[in-house]
């Protein structure tokens, strides 16, 4: 939410908050210079924008409680990770004009510009881009399908948190402040994205893992993957030497993979300017 606060603010919006932790809601107002409302209803009341930050879990049953806004140009907007929960609801709100996004970027954000926001169809593709493009001008668009956003998204999103918390597991089993004395710059790099994702919150965590359709199918054949490669690795043949060749020739056609030791790199670098 803090994101959005401070951007929208910044654009000259005049914001109105909720949260069922009014504690939090008041304190992001007072920061940012937004009006703290004391029920859903009134901060939804006369809204040219609904901007709805929830799971995915909650996301359908606040749209299902707020009900057609009063006006029908109003933009009811949801910004959940998963849609194909979201976007039914958000279909059958009435009304009110939708808009389903994803926001591809973390809350430290200074600006829109140049980010990445995927417009998930709701109704009418064409006139929710040209909602997305008015809120957010400078920002990249992507528009899709509820579908096919899911799928990306379990593997961009619900694997990498699921692999990066068994391998946290291990982490915490072993020494780390040792490991780090000895470690390169993978082991730092990937440390760094696995205590991030731990440092998340264990709803937003949950939400990731189960919310999405697409996850669980995902994780069990990467455990599968996981079997297989280690069958191979204990063989006695050579069939992994293949297997890997295989694997660079798959990756080498992805844009990124000439540069992704230097991307490494850069990541490792930053990482420590800014500790």
Known sequence: MNAFTRVLTEQGHSLKLFDIDASKARAVAE????????????????????????????????????????????IVCEIASFKMKTVPVLRQSGGARPLSIHP??????????????????????????????????????????????????ATILSLPYFMNLAFARILAEGDLPLMRELAG??????????QSIVGESPDL?????????????????????????????KSETREIDVSLGELKGMMARDRGFENAREFRNLVLDSLKKSG
């Open 104 to 153: 591809l970027f973390g809350p430290e954000i200074s600006s829109f510009k140049g980010e990445t926001f995927a417009v998930v169809t709701v109704k009418d593709s064409r006139d929710e881009m040209e909602a997305a493009t008015t809120l957010f001008p400078e920002a990249r668009l992507v528009p899709l399908d509820a579908e096919t956003h899911d799928r990306c998204m």
């Open 205 to 233: 965590i949950r939400s990731l893992i189960n919310d999405n359709a697409f996850s669980w199918p995902l994780i069990e054949r990467f455990i599968e993957e996981a079997e297989q490669l280690s069958a191979l690795f």
């Open 31 to 74: 920061r940012y210079g937004g009006e703290h409302s004391h029920s859903f209803d009134e901060a939804v009341s006369g809204a040219d924008l609904v901007l709805i930050c929830a799971t995915t879990e909650t996301v359908p049953g606040i749209i299902a409680e707020m009900g057609p806004p009063k006006d029908p140009d109003t």
């Open 185 to 194: 710059p993978t082991f730092e790099v990937q440390t760094s994205v696995t």
